[in-house]
Nanobody
Framework: QVQLVESGGGLVQAGGSLRLSCAASGMAFSSYPMGWFRQAPGKERTFVTAISAGGGTTYYADSVKGRFTISRDNAKNTVYLQMNSLKTEDTAVYYC??????????????????WGQGTQVAVSS
């Protein structure tokens, strides 16, 4: 079955950087768009960024544009989220998710069928 395992979360000061990784198995990774979502305490899960299967198309939430970068290495079945200039409001559990095979990525969580367990990112002031 599909497994998505996130890593790289942690505690960082505002202005710092983190790189999250999501390792996929049990799927033809290179044919799936991938996304990152986050959920802050007491809030709903929201879209952060997504990337097409081949990596040529990316989407970002306005709140992270210019600070976060999504990328993928299909040879390693891994998607990454580079987070720079972190702010306290970026504190959340970050989830990676697999979209619909052979489709373009979307911003809707309903379009993502498999999810990782999440990794905590905490940004202190």
């Amino acid at each position: 079955q599909v497994q998505l395992v996130e890593s790289g979360g942690g505690l960082v000061q505002a202005g710092g950087s983190l790189r999250l990784s999501c390792a996929a198995s049990g799927m033809a990774f290179s044919s799936y768009p991938m996304g990152w979502f986050r959920q802050a305490p007491g809030k709903e899960r929201t879209f952060v960024t997504a990337i097409s299967a081949g990596g040529g198309t990316t989407y970002y939430a306005d709140s992270v544009k210019g600070r976060f970068t999504i990328s993928r290495d299909n040879a390693k079945n891994t998607v990454y989220l580079q987070m720079n200039s972190l702010k306290t409001e970026d504190t959340a559990v970050y989830y990676c998710a697999a979209g619909r095979q052979f489709r373009l990525p979307t911003l809707r969580s309903d379009d993502y069928s498999d999810w990782g367990q999440g990794t905590q990112v905490a940004v202190s002031s």
